[in-house]
């Protein structure tokens, strides 16, 4: 028995010393451990949420969602909350995996220069935000936010509108296609602002 336990300390101990077997062991382990906490939930159908109850973009909403994208608000502005009570509690419940689902690109970003905006669509009416996006300044004076009251004249490019809302597979009718004539881009940056949040009905 003594000669017996021995022999199992040396081969154990002889593991670091043999670099090629080491490596081997080591890349098993991690490859356990990444398949079963990436690969296996993937494929458990958790991980993508159901489509059935979320609303999906108008057009007008999408082309002011293409705005702030073109404005390069997601650099200032995250649309993620953390489950993480001091998130919560400033800017309500947390974000899971459904508020993005129909996003192509999704806009988490990772810099919060201003607030996050993921549910910043329950907060304000839209008077709030025509005053705030044409002058920052005139809600917080210290605000390091650019004015956009530019976007108040110029007028909606809806050239490629009904492509997009094709390509990203958004239902959509002629008469919402119509209901865009005559509106500016900032129209359609508060309808999309106004929207963050509510995705589920
Ligand atoms: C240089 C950084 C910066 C950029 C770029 C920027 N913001 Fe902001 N934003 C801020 C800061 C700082 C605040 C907080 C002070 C304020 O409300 O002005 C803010 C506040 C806001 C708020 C109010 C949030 C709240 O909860 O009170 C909204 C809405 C908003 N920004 C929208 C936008 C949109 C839309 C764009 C792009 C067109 C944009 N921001 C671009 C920095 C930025």
């Given at each position: 028995?003594?000669?017996?336990?021995?022999i199992?300390?040396?081969?154990?101990?002889d593991?670091?010393?043999?670099?090629?077997?080491?490596?081997?062991?080591?890349?098993?382990?991690?490859?356990?451990g990444?398949?079963?906490t990436?690969f296996?939930?993937?494929?458990?159908g958790?991980?993508?949420?159901?489509?059935?109850?979320?609303?999906?973009?108008?057009?007008?909403?999408?082309?002011?969602?293409d705005?702030?994208?073109?404005?390069?608000c997601?650099?200032?502005?995250?649309?993620?909350?953390?489950p993480?009570?001091?998130e919560?509690a400033?800017?309500?419940?947390?974000?899971?995996?459904a508020?993005?689902a129909?996003?192509?690109?999704h806009?988490?970003?990772?810099?919060?220069?201003?607030?996050?905006?993921?549910?910043?669509?329950?907060?304000?009416?839209a008077?709030w935000?025509?005053?705030?996006?044409k002058?920052?300044?005139?809600?917080?004076?210290?605000?390091?936010?650019?004015p956009?009251?530019?976007?108040a004249?110029r007028?909606?490019?809806?050239k490629?509108?009904?492509?997009?809302?094709?390509?990203?597979g958004?239902?959509?009718?002629?008469?919402?296609?119509?209901?865009?004539?005559?509106?500016?881009?900032?129209?359609?940056?508060?309808?999309?602002?106004?929207?963050?949040?509510?995705?589920?009905?």
């Amino acid at each position: 028995m003594f000669v017996d336990r021995n022999i199992t300390e040396v081969t154990i101990m002889d593991v670091d010393k043999k670099p090629v077997l080491f490596i081997i062991l080591a890349v098993v382990t991690i490859l356990a451990g990444t398949l079963a906490t990436t690969f296996i939930p993937l494929f458990m159908g958790t991980a993508s949420p159901s489509r059935e109850n979320i609303k999906f973009y108008t057009a007008l909403e999408l082309e002011g969602r293409d705005i702030y994208i073109r404005e390069g608000c997601n650099n200032c502005h995250t649309q993620m909350v953390r489950p993480l009570k001091f998130e919560t509690a400033r800017y309500g419940d947390y974000s899971t995996l459904a508020d993005s689902a129909i996003d192509r690109p999704h806009l988490w970003g990772s810099k919060r220069t201003g607030p996050d905006l993921a549910r910043v669509g329950r907060k304000y009416p839209a008077a709030w935000h025509v005053i705030h996006m044409k002058s920052p300044q005139s809600m917080y004076p210290k605000s390091n936010m650019p004015p956009y009251a530019w976007l108040a004249d110029r007028d909606l490019n809806t050239k490629y509108t009904e492509a997009k809302m094709k390509t990203l597979g958004y239902p959509y009718t002629a008469a919402d296609l119509r209901a865009l004539e005559g509106k500016t881009e900032m129209d359609a940056i508060i309808a999309y602002l106004l929207r963050l949040g509510n995705e589920l009905r």
